[in-house]
């Protein structure tokens, strides 16, 4: 695979298990939900879309409210396996997309953020994971993950390293509306 900058036709946001009993549980999740609320702002700004995962809902909850707010007119899918590939409607909705490129967020990066981002490789997807919108309930978890993905392919960034590289350049109707995002 070459290497290249991200342009804004290519990925789709996956928002990975961001869920009620997870969340309070996550390492910096202070960082993580207000990185996550501005990745959601911007696909909205460039018209990136979004499909939104959650682990076991029954027993973890639903989609945080600040995250399911900025995505309403999207149902999260529903799903057993720790991998967001292991759910056919997952698969579906991906298709449906047509994108090759994904952006991962979400919890728990040790876990399902891993193994999505792996067999997302494996079957030929370009992965980006959004380092500062990510994380585990401990930050050695985190670490090791990240070191995990970045060693199979992934190409890790921050919220604003991914903002800056999808808007390329200033003067434009959509760096004006992201400048209110990342002031």
Request: one cysteine or more; charged letters at 30%.
């Amino acid at each position: 695979m070459s290497i290249r900058l991200l342009s804004k036709d290519e990925p789709v946001l996956i928002v990975i298990d961001v869920q009620e009993k997870l969340l309070t549980h996550i390492a910096q999740k202070e960082t993580v939900l207000e990185n996550l609320e501005k990745l959601i702002k911007f696909m909205h700004i460039i018209k990136i879309p979004i499909i939104i995962t959650e682990q076991y809902p029954k027993g973890l909850g639903p989609t945080v409210p600040e995250v399911k707010s900025l995505i309403p007119d999207s149902k999260p899918i529903e799903k057993l396996e720790f991998s967001c590939f292991g759910s056919q409607e997952f698969k579906k909705a991906l298709e449906k997309t047509g994108k090759k490129t994904l952006i991962l967020a979400g919890i728990e990066a040790h876990i399902c953020v891993t193994q999505t981002a792996i067999e997302g490789l494996e079957n030929g997807y370009r992965i980006y994971v959004v380092e500062d919108a990510t994380s585990s309930r401990t930050l050695q978890d985190k670490v090791t993950a990240i070191n995990r993905m970045r060693q199979n392919g992934a190409t890790i960034v921050s919220t604003e390293m991914l903002i800056y590289e999808l808007l390329k350049k200033a003067r434009t109707p959509e760096f004006k509306e992201s400048l209110k995002l990342i002031k």
